[in-house]
């Protein structure tokens, strides 16, 4: 899909430097003449609102290290010299808290969205597996930042969570010693924390550029979930997706800013304002609301070491996706059966994320487990049964059929 | 859609069931009410008057035992504040001892603070503090950000609409009057606690701190326990989020201007693709 640039460079410096670097052809072939389906609905912009938003994180990020102190005794009160004497500091600290859930939220999206019109199936396997890298890499950048205020929170987030290691049998305990770099959550964890919290989000720039490569290799997939066959089914990437994708950036901006300025600390919990104390536990230790379907999926699970398994499994389930959905019709558009499984699907995340937050006890730990059930059947059980037994929809000929009103009148 | 639906509406009724089933370990503890408060909203200000006469509460009664460490005497001359001039500011500091630099025999001796310093705290450490009141009484600086209480579905969804960020303040404001002095049957409080219905658990350490006519206000607010407790919660406010009213301002600013733009683009991008479109 790719092809070969048709950049012609027109002044000399640039004939020069194309024959030495060709950067001008490879923006012009990626992002200019770049083929887009024509079909693609306003769930396709997530990808380039996603990449907006590791900027705006890396940038805000590298601005507040410049302030922050990476001590036990100093970081509280160094996010709050942050948000009280740096020059707008409280805005780049709020950009950031919130900036991490925005990113989480169209990482979401944009994962559904996947999954509904099956853009991980062949040939976007690959594509879609350094997507879950990306997300796992994006978990654990939330989860080293979040320890990073040490506010109560922050601490014991971080003790629940590297505890988690010492479920593995014989070397879990050493395991944990190791990550802690000390025999309890304290100054040694929250500078590794703190730096490997800075080198991440570069790696995962590294292969958000392996998926942006895998995505120009294969193409996009649409709504339709058939490929393009024509130039009539595509459009120019610019100024068709830049303009598509730019409006609906700015949209997801006024809700980025909403709560950035209006509810900053919605996203947040109280308890991490008050500073880390090692003596006090928590009534209640809930992590952030983006980890909550997979912390009730651990909790769902009795036994400890079964429960991290569990929550292992819930996300790296995501990257024998492609394999699991046996169905050779992409979009959900065209899978009557498969399009309720998948809303089903959703309810139960937002559900397992509901039930996340809830104390594990009564009622919520059996709707849990229900719910842990029905998550992992539908990868493993409904995914792959459904593509053998579902009676699908006839696929429309081609991408412009299916967008454009027919002879007769009747819109596709 | 019919497994779809099946599914879903036993989903709703077990979720719906769930925390009637729970209901048991929930808390007694009354939601505290909330709150008309001037720096709400999208538009909201502090009320100097009120951060004024709160700043007093807090000199007169509250800083006896907390602390304001992260607040410095010159913020309460900045913008946004409590609105005293740099002199009045210097003024307050003034009137506060704070341990100065060694001297030539490396002796530290108290000096009067200034416009750089924090709010002092009133204890040399924590054990202090406990070896008096048998408590850690926590420093106020971020309170009003670091107190809350659930709201519960679907409450909790309407305040991202309703910009609903005061759970701090009608907290603090709940508390200080939520003092009982004879605790309701069949309740025991630890030795040395006392009984208010807004703190979890009940039993807290801080003896009531309000009483009507305690502090002298010259503004013509009433002196009642009640406008104590709220002005104590708004300064408490501030001095948690002391750039609130500049968040706001330009939030309403940052919001001109990407609606405009959005509009701007989307009229763009129908203009873009109205060829295509076509055919």
């Given at each position: ?8 460079p027109q002044s000399?410096?640039?004939k020069?430097?194309e024959r030495r670097?060709p950067?001008a052809?490879?923006?012009y072939?990626s992002?200019i003449v770049?083929?887009?389906p024509r079909n693609l ?9 996603l990449a907006?938003?590791l900027?705006v ?5 590298i601005v507040l290290a410049?302030h ?6 100093f970081?509280?009160?160094?996010v709050?010299?942050?948000m009280?004497?740096?020059n707008?500091?409280w805005?780049l600290r709020y950009?950031?808290?919130?900036g ?10 944009h994962m ?10 062949e040939?976007?396997?690959?594509l879609?597996?350094l ?8 978990i654990?950048t939330?989860f080293?930042?979040?320890v990073?205020?040490?506010?109560q ?10 505890n988690l290691?010492?479920?593995i049998?014989?070397?879990?305990e050493s ?5 802690w770099?000390?025999f309890?959550?304290g100054n ?5 924390f703190y730096s ?6 570069f790696?995962i720039?590294?292969v958000?550029v392996?998926?942006?490569?895998a995505l120009h290799m294969?193409?996009q997939?649409n709504p ?8 009539k089914d ?8 830049t ?5 609906f950036?700015v ?18 919990h ?8 090692p ?5 209640h230790?809930v992590p952030e609301?983006y980890?909550?379907?997979f ?5 769902a699970i009795?036994n400890k070491l079964?429960g ?7 996300i ?5 996706l492609p ?7 992409r979009s959900a ?12 699907f959703?309810?139960v995340c937002?559900?397992l994320?509901?039930?996340g937050?809830k104390?594990?006890?009564?009622a919520?730990?059996l709707l849990a487990?229900l719910f842990?059930?029905?998550y992992?059947a539908?990868?493993l059980?409904?995914?792959p049964?459904l593509g053998?037994?579902?009676?699908t929809k006839?696929?429309p000929?081609?991408i412009s059929e299916s967008v ?6 009747a819109?596709? | 859609m019919?497994?779809a639906r099946t ?7 077990l979720?719906?069931a769930a925390p009637?089933l729970a209901q048991?370990?929930e808390?007694d503890?009354?939601?505290p ?6 720096f709400a909203?999208?538009?909201?200000k502090?009320?100097r008057g009120q951060?004024?006469r ?6 007169e ?9 992260l607040?410095a005497f010159r913020?309460?001359?900045d913008?946004g504040?409590?609105g005293f001039s740099?002199?009045q500011a210097a003024a307050?500091?003034?009137?506060y001892?704070?341990p100065?630099?060694?001297?030539d025999?490396g002796?530290i001796k108290?000096?009067?603070a200034?416009p750089a310093d ?5 204890f040399p450490n924590?054990n ?7 408590a ?5 600086s971020?309170?009003?950000k ?5 709201r ?9 609409v309703?910009q609903?960020?005061?759970q ?7 508390l200080m ?5 004879t605790p309701p049957?069949g309740?025991t409080l630890?030795?040395g606690?006392?009984?208010n ?8 350490a801080?003896?009531?701190p309000l009483?009507?006519?305690r502090?002298?206000y010259t ?6 326990v009640?406008?104590?407790?709220k ?12 750039h609130?009213?500049a ?19 989307y009229?763009?991008?129908k203009k873009v ?6 055919h």
């Amino acid at each position: 899909m790719s092809g070969h640039s048709t950049y012609q460079p027109q002044s000399a410096f640039m004939k020069w430097m194309e024959r030495r670097l060709p950067i001008a052809g490879l923006v012009y072939s990626s992002f200019i003449v770049y083929p887009v389906p024509r079909n693609l609905n306003y769930w396709w912009t997530f990808g380039g609102i996603l990449a907006f938003m590791l900027g705006v994180q890396i940038i805000t990020g590298i601005v507040l290290a410049m302030h922050y102190t990476p001590h036990v005794d100093f970081a509280f009160n160094s996010v709050e010299q942050i948000m009280r004497d740096v020059n707008y500091g409280w805005l780049l600290r709020y950009i950031h808290a919130n900036g991490a859930s925005m990113f989480f939220l169209a990482a979401y999206i944009h994962m559904f969205r996947g999954m509904y019109y099956g853009s991980y199936k062949e040939p976007r396997e690959v594509l879609w597996i350094l997507g879950v890298i990306i997300l796992l890499l994006m978990i654990m950048t939330g989860f080293m930042g979040y320890v990073l205020p040490w506010g109560q929170m922050s601490f014991w987030a971080a003790t629940v969570i590297t505890n988690l290691f010492s479920a593995i049998p014989l070397v879990g305990e050493s395991i944990v010693t190791w990550l802690w770099g000390g025999f309890a959550v304290g100054n040694p964890t929250l500078n590794r924390f703190y730096s490997l919290h800075y080198l991440l989000p570069f790696v995962i720039a590294g292969v958000v550029v392996l998926h942006i490569w895998a995505l120009h290799m294969v193409g996009q997939n649409n709504p339709d979930g058939i490929e393009p066959k024509t130039e009539k089914d595509t459009v120019a990437f610019t100024p068709y997706a830049t303009i598509k994708d730019g409006f609906f950036m700015v949209v997801f901006c006024v809700l980025f800013a909403w709560f950035v300025f209006y509810i900053p600390n919605f996203m947040g919990h109280p308890d991490n304002y008050i500073p880390a104390n090692p003596a006090v536990t928590p009534t209640h230790i809930v992590p952030e609301w983006y980890y909550l379907p997979f912390y009730a999926i651990l909790r769902a699970i009795p036994n400890k070491l079964f429960g991290v398994i569990a929550l292992g499994a819930s996300i790296l389930v995501l990257a024998f996706l492609p394999w699991l959905d046996t169905s050779k019709v992409r979009s959900a558009k065209y899978r009557p059966l498969y399009r309720q499984f998948f809303w089903i699907f959703v309810v139960v995340c937002i559900g397992l994320g509901w039930l996340g937050s809830k104390p594990p006890e009564g009622a919520y730990v059996l709707l849990a487990r229900l719910f842990t059930v029905y998550y992992f059947a539908y990868f493993l059980i409904i995914l792959p049964v459904l593509g053998l037994v579902e009676k699908t929809k006839p696929l429309p000929s081609s991408i412009s059929e299916s967008v454009l009103p027919s002879k007769s009148g009747a819109k596709a | 859609m019919a497994i779809a639906r099946t599914v879903l509406v036993l989903a709703a009724s077990l979720a719906l069931a769930a925390p009637a089933l729970a209901q048991e370990h929930e808390h007694d503890t009354p939601s505290p009410p909330t709150n008309r408060w001037s720096f709400a909203g999208p538009f909201g200000k502090f009320d100097r008057g009120q951060l004024q006469r709160g700043l007093k509460v807090y000199r007169e009664v509250c800083q006896v035992c907390h602390g304001l460490k992260l607040v410095a005497f010159r913020t309460l001359a900045d913008p946004g504040g409590p609105g005293f001039s740099t002199a009045q500011a210097a003024a307050i500091a003034a009137e506060y001892q704070v341990p100065g630099e060694p001297d030539d025999q490396g002796e530290i001796k108290p000096r009067p603070a200034g416009p750089a310093d924090s709010f002092p705290t009133p204890f040399p450490n924590d054990n202090a503090a406990r070896a008096r009141y048998n408590a850690v009484p926590p420093d106020l600086s971020v309170i009003a950000k670091a107190r809350g209480f659930e709201r519960g579905f679907p409450l909790w969804v309407w305040d991202m609409v309703i910009q609903y960020q005061e759970q701090g303040p009608d907290y603090l404001t709940a508390l200080m009057q939520g003092y009982q002095d004879t605790p309701p049957a069949g309740v025991t409080l630890p030795p040395g606690n006392f009984y208010n219905k807004y703190y979890p658990g009940h039993g807290i350490a801080m003896p009531p701190p309000l009483t009507d006519k305690r502090v002298d206000y010259t503004d013509g607010a009433p002196m009642t326990v009640e406008q104590y407790a709220k002005d104590i919660s708004a300064f408490l406010m501030w001095t948690a989020e002391p750039h609130l009213e500049a968040r706001k301002r330009i939030g309403f600013q940052v919001f001109i201007f990407l609606i405009v733009l959005a509009g701007l683009l989307y009229f763009t991008k129908k203009k873009v693709w109205r060829e295509v479109e076509a055919h």
